[in-house]
């Protein structure tokens, strides 16, 4: 990858961050060893893939079936490297649970409910993804297991994946942030 091209959506977003944290575990200085460049939404990172005019981006599970299509290699699965962080993580003001708790309530309990149909019921979920895509059933199933394995039933933020996002921020006082005092975990303690 030295000496590459990247695309990213833009600088600031979460593939710069974890194109970044890839670079790093693979031994590489994200600012000195390969050029990022903007590309924007995954359409347009897709094809600059296959234009050849940049030689790598960071994509999301339904569309690496799409770029092998496109006879292109996956290179790397992020989810294999030794990097804590908070996958799929909902966010809300602190003044939101306090006075409306009940919503959130409600809302969290059909969040976990999706999850746990989406990776118990393959059957249903297939299908319902066949109307958004043009992908056919074996690369539908393959979308589905990878989706499967990266969401976790309760999807609860760790300490150590928030301090992974902490660490990226620009200003040292937002560094000092301690992550269990932004992680509420008191909705999957019933």
């Given at each position: 990858m030295k000496g590459k091209t990247l695309a990213i959506?833009?600088?600031g977003s979460g593939d710069e961050f974890a194109?970044?944290?890839a670079l790093r575990q693979w031994g590489l200085d994200p600012d000195k060893d390969v050029r990022m460049l903007q590309v924007g939404l995954t359409v347009a990172r897709m094809a600059a893939l296959q234009g050849r005019h940049v030689q790598a981006s960071l994509l999301s599970p339904p569309q690496i079936v799409e770029v092998q299509r496109?006879?292109?290699?996956?290179m790397a699965d992020?989810?294999?490297?030794?990097?804590?962080?908070?996958?799929?993580?909902l966010?809300?003001?602190?003044?939101?649970?306090v006075e409306n708790r009940p919503l959130v309530e409600r809302f969290m309990?059909?969040?976990?409910?999706?999850?746990k149909f989406h990776r118990s019921h393959p059957e249903a979920v297939i299908p319902y993804l066949r109307k958004f895509s043009r992908q056919n059933d074996a690369e539908l199933k393959i979308v589905y297991e990878n989706l499967r394995k990266r969401i976790q039933e309760q999807p609860v933020p760790t300490p150590g994946g928030v301090q992974t996002i902490i660490k990226s921020?620009?200003?040292?006082?937002?560094?000092?942030?301690?992550?269990r005092r932004v992680?509420?975990?008191?909705?999957?303690?019933?």
């Amino acid at each position: 990858m030295k000496g590459k091209t990247l695309a990213i959506s833009r600088f600031g977003s979460g593939d710069e961050f974890a194109t970044r944290e890839a670079l790093r575990q693979w031994g590489l200085d994200p600012d000195k060893d390969v050029r990022m460049l903007q590309v924007g939404l995954t359409v347009a990172r897709m094809a600059a893939l296959q234009g050849r005019h940049v030689q790598a981006s960071l994509l999301s599970p339904p569309q690496i079936v799409e770029v092998q299509r496109m006879g292109l290699n996956v290179m790397a699965d992020l989810t294999d490297l030794d990097v804590e962080y908070a996958h799929y993580t909902l966010a809300t003001r602190g003044s939101l649970i306090v006075e409306n708790r009940p919503l959130v309530e409600r809302f969290m309990k059909g969040y976990v409910d999706g999850i746990k149909f989406h990776r118990s019921h393959p059957e249903a979920v297939i299908p319902y993804l066949r109307k958004f895509s043009r992908q056919n059933d074996a690369e539908l199933k393959i979308v589905y297991e990878n989706l499967r394995k990266r969401i976790q039933e309760q999807p609860v933020p760790t300490p150590g994946g928030v301090q992974t996002i902490i660490k990226s921020l620009k200003a040292d006082k937002e560094k000092e942030i301690d992550p269990r005092r932004v992680i509420d975990t008191s909705f999957f303690r019933r």
